[in-house]
């Protein structure tokens, strides 16, 4: 028995964030500047430690500290590229910008603390001092072996010359994603379309939706203004115009794209790695390139057979109601070709159904679901100072016991705002780490950030059904960051959103969410999560509900596909050396795109499109590890499938809390194999996942 408590025992400090709103540019800069100074010198301090003076406290406890107080501070410099406030001033964007560069400084700040021979050197000298770890936790042991294994790869081993180079290659990458994000983010252009041009999409849309001079209709590059086009819209050159748009945006991210593929691979070999798909894998679940493709390219292969018997579907479906025998199935054509499945397979209407799922409900029955699961209480903060927009809220996240004590917050930032971020996610605020000065944890927090429609004239907002998944989904991620319990923030849920180090593998990143949004599914979730909304006691129809779940499968193999055909993308943009100069290497990532989507997604890609340069996976850490979502999903229904065989199903409280102690609070304390193994008390097995998909072995 280890000397130290687990982090899992520790009080949890009930405090919550207090965000320093920097409302300019200067005081970003100025705050992001005391952050670097202030933890540079705790690491030099460290690094320059005499030999006899190296302890388990001196070293890896005191690094541990000046971690999680800068990546607690860092939050309010790069928060505002994120999620800045409302209004589109030029002081706003000026933060915004300036939010940006304080992301891309710190990133290299944490980059360059792994290339750091001194560092290296000091914890070498603990690990032999310390060589039996006695009195040392399983965390602690874990932190120096992990920071051990992270300086290696930082390239300590290197001669001073390769590293330098390395070290400028790292600092113009981190640029480049920087600069992409930001070109991403900034992006508000709107196409144009007359009344007529939109002959299907719903009126109160319309009503609701911009207008220029002469009274047009403004449709924007963020999916709730332009998904209802898509899905609605009976006018083809409408859709096919508003998709070669989407194809075609940030068309100043080319060269970015191309010089930071060229520029990742080029480190990958100075640290003596084939590829840069070789040198992400390594560290992940999925070890090596290999087992990636292996896992990919058999799912393809075995689901090729009934995607293209749902894609030729979908093209005759064109033959029938364009009355063009010839016609061929395009990609603007799929969300409004599945709309029509939809209604004349299965009598479903989205827009009837969105009326059985109110906002405030669904967030309500939401709570109480995860609630009772995992044995959390949530409480609804009026701290208005503490939110960033009027549109946020704050929760704090209750253990469900006698004491009920604070475990940890989060916001809800749901709505889109210029120069906010695009799509969904969860967004750590502040990590959880042992406090020294009272040997109590920081209370992690975290922020969902969405863009869901705005209320419509007279109505509340409105849920489609696969909002209401996403919604189920990213709360799954909730809890698996205010549940984290670390001593190190490095073990503190987090992704490469945030420039510090932290979190679980990638490919194990998903699990929880992707295991927990088969909820959703389930006719008694389905029942609690409906009310509609001009008559709350009035569920979902059961035969709507028993609908919802026939259409799950449908399609499922040609979506299935269309990610494989991505997540094989992602893997082919990494694993090869591009010409140096950007307009040589841009068109090869295009046609791995094209022709990938073609061969596996099995639909003619946009002519002339350009779409990585708007792939924010490319640059927000799931580069060679797209993979990861299906690798998660594998590993997500073994859990899932647990739960079903047992009588109580999804009401299964004593599983959802073995979920919470197993797989949430430990943060990044284990590795994803143990936590998984812990959970179901075996190795994790593929059967339930293929049989999702329809197949069978």
């Given at each position: 028995?280890?000397?130290?408590?687990?982090?899992?025992?520790?009080?949890?400090?009930?405090?919550?964030?207090?965000?320093?709103?920097?409302?300019?540019?200067?005081?970003?800069?100025?705050?992001?500047?005391?952050?670097?100074?202030?933890?540079?010198?705790?690491?030099?301090?460290?690094?320059?430690?005499?030999?006899?003076?190296?302890?388990?406290?001196?070293?890896?406890?005191?690094?541990?500290?000046?971690?999680?107080?800068?990546?607690?501070?860092?939050?309010?410099?790069?928060?505002?590229?994120?999620?800045?406030?409302?209004?589109?001033?030029?002081?706003?964007?000026?933060?915004?910008?300036?939010?940006?560069?304080?992301?891309?400084?710190?990133?290299?700040?944490?980059?360059?603390?792994?290339?750091?021979?001194?560092?290296?050197?000091?914890?070498?000298?603990?690990?032999?001092?310390?060589?039996?770890?006695?009195?040392?936790?399983?965390?602690?042991?874990?932190?120096?072996?992990?920071?051990?294994?992270?300086?290696?790869?930082?390239?300590?081993?290197?001669?001073?010359?390769?590293?330098?180079?390395?070290?400028?290659?790292?600092?113009?990458?981190?640029?480049?994603?920087?600069?992409?994000?930001?070109?991403?983010?900034?992006?508000?252009?709107?196409?144009?379309?007359?009344?007529?041009?939109?002959?299907?999409?719903?009126?109160?849309?319309?009503?609701?939706?911009?207008?220029?001079?002469?009274?047009?209709?403004?449709?924007?590059?963020?999916?709730?203004?332009?998904?209802?086009?898509?899905?609605?819209?009976?006018?083809?050159?409408?859709?096919?115009?508003?998709?070669?748009?989407?194809?075609?945006?940030?068309?100043?991210?080319?060269?970015?794209?191309?010089?930071?593929?060229?520029?990742?691979?080029?480190?990958?070999?100075?640290?003596?790695?084939?590829?840069?798909?070789?040198?992400?894998?390594?560290?992940?679940?999925?070890?090596?390139?290999?087992?990636?493709?292996?896992?990919?390219?058999?799912l393809a292969e075995s689901l090729k057979v009934k995607a293209q018997e749902e894609r030729?579907?979908?093209?005759?479906?064109?033959?029938?109601?364009?009355?063009?025998?010839?016609?061929?199935?395009?990609?603007?054509?799929?969300?409004?070709?599945?709309?029509?499945?939809?209604?004349?397979?299965?009598?479903?209407?989205?827009?009837?159904?969105?009326?059985?799922?109110?906002?405030?409900?669904?967030?309500?029955?939401?709570?109480?679901?995860?609630?009772?699961?995992?044995?959390?209480?949530?409480?609804?903060?009026?701290?208005?100072?503490?939110?960033?927009?009027?549109?946020?809220?704050?929760?704090a996240v209750h253990d469900d016991s006698a004491d009920g004590g604070v475990l940890g917050?989060?916001?809800?930032?749901?709505?889109?705002?210029?120069?906010?971020?695009?799509?969904?996610?969860?967004?750590?605020?502040?990590?959880?780490?042992?406090?020294?000065?009272?040997?109590?944890?920081?209370?992690?927090?975290?922020?969902?950030?969405?863009?869901?429609?705005?209320?419509?004239?007279?109505?509340?907002?409105?849920?489609?059904?696969?909002?209401?998944?996403?919604?189920?989904?990213?709360?799954?991620?909730?809890?698996?960051?205010?549940?984290?319990?670390?001593?190190?923030?490095?073990?503190?849920?987090?992704?490469?959103?945030?420039?510090?180090?932290?979190?679980?593998?990638?490919?194990?990143?998903?699990?929880?969410?992707?295991?927990?949004?088969?909820?959703?599914?389930?006719?008694?979730?389905?029942?609690?999560?409906?009310?509609?909304?001009?008559?709350?006691?009035?569920?979902?129809?059961?035969?709507?509900?028993?609908?919802?779940?026939?259409?799950?499968?449908?399609?499922?193999?040609?979506?299935?596909?269309?990610?494989?055909?991505?997540?094989?993308?992602?893997?082919?943009?990494?694993?090869?050396?591009?010409?140096?100069?950007?307009?040589?290497?841009?068109?090869?990532?295009?046609?791995?795109?094209?022709?990938?989507?073609?061969?596996?997604?099995?639909?003619?890609?946009?002519?002339?499109?350009?779409y990585v340069t708007s792939w924010y996976h490319m640059i927000h850490g799931y580069d060679?590890?797209?993979?990861?979502?299906?690798?998660?999903?594998?590993?997500?229904?073994?859990?899932?499938?647990?739960?079903?065989?047992?009588?109580?199903?999804?009401?299964?409280?004593?599983?959802?809390?073995?979920?919470?102690?197993?797989?949430?609070?430990?943060?990044?304390?284990?590795?994803?194999?143990?936590?998984?193994?812990?959970?179901?008390?075996?190795?994790?097995?593929?059967?339930?996942?293929?049989?999702?998909?329809?197949?069978?072995?």
């Amino acid at each position: 028995m280890a000397a130290v408590r687990q982090a899992a025992g520790k009080a949890v400090v009930a405090s919550p964030p207090r965000i320093p709103f920097l409302q300019s540019a200067d005081k970003i800069r100025s705050h992001t500047s005391n952050i670097i100074s202030t933890f540079k010198a705790e690491i030099d301090a460290i690094a320059a430690m005499p030999d006899d003076k190296v302890s388990l406290f001196t070293v890896a406890k005191a690094w541990g500290h000046a971690e999680g107080v800068a990546a607690s501070a860092s939050v309010a410099v790069t928060l505002p590229s994120f999620a800045s406030g409302s209004g589109d001033t030029q002081e706003k964007k000026e933060v915004r910008e300036a939010s940006s560069q304080a992301k891309k400084e710190l990133s290299n700040m944490w980059n360059a603390l792994y290339e750091r021979v001194d560092l290296n050197n000091v914890l070498q000298t603990l690990m032999k001092k310390e060589a039996s770890f006695a009195g040392w936790s399983a965390e602690d042991i874990r932190f120096v072996q992990i920071q051990s294994t992270r300086l290696k790869r930082g390239g300590v081993h290197l001669s001073d010359a390769e590293r330098t180079k390395l070290g400028q290659i790292r600092v113009r990458c981190a640029e480049l994603c920087s600069n992409i994000e930001q070109n991403i983010n900034q992006d508000t252009k709107k196409i144009s379309f007359a009344p007529k041009e939109l002959a299907g999409v719903p009126e109160a849309f319309i009503a609701n939706a911009p207008t220029d001079d002469n009274k047009n209709i403004l449709i924007g590059m963020k999916r709730p203004e332009y998904a209802p086009v898509l899905k609605f819209c009976s006018v083809e050159s409408t859709r096919q115009r508003l998709t070669e748009a989407l194809h075609q945006r940030c068309p100043e991210n080319k060269d970015l794209f191309a010089e930071l593929m060229h520029l990742r691979h080029k480190a990958a070999e100075y640290l003596g790695y084939k590829s840069h798909n070789h040198y992400i894998l390594e560290p992940k679940m999925a070890k090596n390139p290999e087992e990636v493709y292996t896992f990919l390219n058999d799912l393809a292969e075995s689901l090729k057979v009934k995607a293209q018997e749902e894609r030729d579907a979908l093209e005759a479906l064109k033959r029938q109601h364009t009355g063009n025998t010839q016609a061929e199935l395009m990609p603007w054509d799929m969300a409004f070709l599945e709309n029509i499945q939809r209604k004349e397979l299965f009598n479903i209407d989205d827009n009837k159904i969105k009326e059985y799922f109110p906002l405030d409900h669904v967030l309500k029955e939401i709570m109480s679901i995860y609630g009772s699961l995992l044995g959390v209480k949530f409480e609804k903060l009026d701290r208005p100072e503490l939110v960033w927009d009027e549109d946020v809220s704050l929760y704090a996240v209750h253990d469900d016991s006698a004491d009920g004590g604070v475990l940890g917050y989060f916001f809800l930032d749901l709505f889109p705002r210029p120069g906010k971020y695009g799509h969904q996610c969860v967004l750590p605020i502040q990590p959880c780490y042992l406090l020294p000065e009272s040997e109590k944890l920081q209370a992690p927090a975290v922020a969902l950030v969405g863009n869901f429609p705005r209320p419509e004239a007279g109505k509340p907002v409105l849920l489609r059904h696969d909002e209401v998944r996403t919604m189920f989904h990213e709360y799954g991620h909730v809890c698996h960051g205010v549940l984290t319990k670390a001593d190190y923030s490095l073990f503190s849920w987090a992704w490469s959103a945030v420039p510090y180090p932290g979190g679980v593998e990638n490919d194990f990143l998903e699990v929880p969410s992707m295991m927990f949004e088969q909820w959703i599914w389930k006719p008694e979730i389905l029942m609690r999560l409906s009310s509609k909304y001009d008559n709350p006691s009035e569920k979902l129809p059961m035969e709507t509900i028993q609908t919802l779940s026939k259409l799950r499968k449908h399609n499922r193999a040609l979506h299935e596909v269309r990610y494989l055909a991505m997540a094989l993308v992602d893997m082919k943009m990494h694993a090869e050396a591009l010409p140096e100069k950007p307009e040589e290497g841009f068109p090869i990532l295009a046609k791995h795109y094209t022709e990938t989507l073609e061969e596996v997604a099995l639909v003619k890609p946009v002519a002339g499109c350009h779409y990585v340069t708007s792939w924010y996976h490319m640059i927000h850490g799931y580069d060679a590890g797209y993979y990861g979502y299906g690798w998660s999903e594998s590993m997500a229904m073994d859990c899932f499938a647990t739960f079903e065989k047992t009588t109580e199903g999804c009401e299964n409280t004593k599983l959802g809390r073995k979920v919470r102690d197993t797989i949430l609070t430990p943060g990044a304390t284990k590795s994803g194999s143990d936590m998984i193994k812990d959970f179901l008390e075996r190795e994790p097995a593929n059967t339930a996942f293929l049989q999702s998909l329809g197949i069978t072995k």
